[in-house]
Every structure is written in C-alpha cells, then in structure tokens.
C-alpha cells in the first residue's frame, strides 16, 4: 500500500528526477549538431544511470523502501530506456528491433505484474538478471551516443549484445512470474480444500 509520507523519501525523488531528465536527454540528443552536444546527452544518460543506482543504495541503507518506490523505480527505468533508443533511431535506424524487443518485454512484465499485483504479489525489486541487462544497456548506449560517428558494423554488435540481454532478462522474469502464477495457484488449491 502506498503511504502519503512515501512520496517525499528520497530514492523516490531521486526516481522522479529521472523521468524529469528523460525530455532534457531526448532534446539533447535529437537537436545535436556538433560532438560536444553529444557528450551533454552522454553526461546526462551517466547521471541517469548513477541516479538510479543511488536510489537503490540509499532506499536500502536507509530503510526507505516503499512500495511507491518499487513502481516508480522501474518505471523511470523503462522510459529512460525506450526513449535512449527512441532517440537513437534518428541516428541509427537499424536500432529499430532493440526498440520492438523492449516494448515487448515491458508490456509482458506490465501485464504479468498487474495480474500478480491484483493478487496481492509484488516483485520486491529487480533481479540480478534485470540489473546486469540495465548496467549492458547503458554501457551500450553511452558508447553509442558518445560515438555517434561509429559506424554500422561497429553498432550492430553493442545492440546485438543487449538485445542477448534483454532476452535473458524477458526469460529470467518470465519463470520467476511462472513459480509466482504456480505458488499462487497451489495456494488456491489449497484454500478450496
């Protein structure tokens, strides 16, 4: 349940300042013309990137995890997401299918994660497999749109490589919603009984 005093903590800001920097990035991006206007975008994809592990640090260390803040968290995650590579369509068109698998995966753990919220089960934060996919992406990205001059065949292998991880992600998430749906089901049973 979500408490009024929860969304003035901390992490949860930290959160709210990213979805903020999500426009600032996108403009960034798009309207740059000259290499520095690019590190500006890759300074801020960095500071995005540093926000968010911020706010798990600090939500842990301080006992600050809310319920707010395991929505708004991954929330900020996947804007950020889709609009980097939303973005970068402009400069490199072939990141297209990155951009499909990413809609993809979200709307499967959106709609998975609804079905399992209205049975009163949250996922208490990502997982190893989600953050290793999260730290690839933006290692990838930042690469990308520091180089914006790199080429196809220098590109292809960054996305190709977090797509691999994406997936793995979409497959990691995929059985745990699986033992969640069976747990929750058995739990069912048992109650008919």
């Known amino acids: 349940m979500i408490k009024k005093e929860d969304w003035l903590t901390i992490p949860n800001i930290l959160s709210y300042i990213r979805i903020l ?11 740059a013309e000259e290499l ?6 890759a300074g801020l ?5 540093l926000t968010d592990a911020l706010d798990g640090v600090i939500a842990r260390k301080t006992g600050q995890i809310t319920d707010l803040g395991k929505v708004i968290d991954p929330v900020a995650d996947k804007l950020t997401q889709v609009a980097v590579v939303g973005a970068m369509l402009i400069v490199r068109p072939y990141i297209y299918p990155l951009l499909i698998l990413f809609v993809l995966k979200e709307l499967f753990l959106l709609i ?3 079905i399992l919220y209205r049975k009163d089960i949250m996922m208490d934060g990502s997982m190893w ?6 730290a690839i992406f933006y290692i ?7 180089f914006p001059t790199l080429d196809k065949s220098g590109s292809i292998p960054l996305i190709i490589i977090t797509a691999i991880f994406q997936i793995i992600a979409l497959f990691g998430y995929g059985n745990w919603y699986r033992k ?7 739990n069912e049973d048992k109650r008919m009984e």
Do not use: C, E, H, R
């Open 21 to 31: 920097m999500i426009p600032l990035y996108v403009y960034l991006y798009v309207t």
């Open 36 to 41: 520095a206007d690019y590190y500006w975008a």
């Open 45 to 49: 994809l960095v500071l995005s990137a």
């Open 112 to 114: 998975n994660s609804i």
């Open 129 to 134: 497999f989600g953050k290793v996919a999260t």
């Open 140 to 146: 990838s990205m930042f690469i990308l749109v520091i």
């Open 180 to 186: 969640m749906f069976q747990k929750n089901q058995s």
